[in-house]
């Protein structure tokens, strides 16, 4: 069974940090581009950081550059979401994402391009 899997979301106070996860079953994570997305209550879901498959560029949203950081182990066929200097904007629910593509495209944040979903972990900033 194919399937992705996002953990690591919790209730942290504001300048704190959390580390996500995102863990495939069934399938490599080495041959997708990943993306991390988010959704707050009422929002739009929007991309927060993508990392390519053929050689891990990276990219990010404007409100999380230089806060968070996306990397990727394929020898434990997971994805990383370091997220520190948390704001209360940051929360929303987490979701990891796969893109056949082996290139962040230019139009990663709408989503599109991601084809299988996990089903999201909860980050809540507050104090």
């Known amino acids: 069974q194919v399937q992705l899997v996002e953990s690591g979301g919790d209730l942290v106070q504001p300048g704190g940090s959390l580390r996500l996860s995102c863990s495939a079953s069934?399938?490599?994570?080495?041959?997708?581009?990943i993306g991390w997305f988010r959704q707050a209550p009422g929002k739009e879901r929007e991309g927060v950081s993508c990392?390519?498959?053929?050689?891990?560029?990276?990219l990010y949203a404007d409100s999380v550059k230089g806060r968070f950081t996306i990397s990727r182990d394929n020898a434990k066929n997971t994805v990383y979401l370091q997220m520190d200097g948390l704001k209360p904007e940051d929360t929303a629910v987490y979701y990891c994402?796969?893109?056949?593509?082996?290139?962040?495209?230019?139009?990663?944040?709408?989503?599109?391009?991601?084809?299988?979903w996990g089903q999201g972990t909860q980050v809540t900033v507050s104090s």
């Open positions: 990392i390519a498959s053929a050689n891990s560029l990276t």
């Open positions: 069934g399938f490599s994570l080495d041959y997708y581009t």
């Open positions: 994402a796969t893109d056949w593509g082996r290139y962040c495209s230019g139009t990663y944040r709408t989503g599109t391009d991601f084809s299988s």
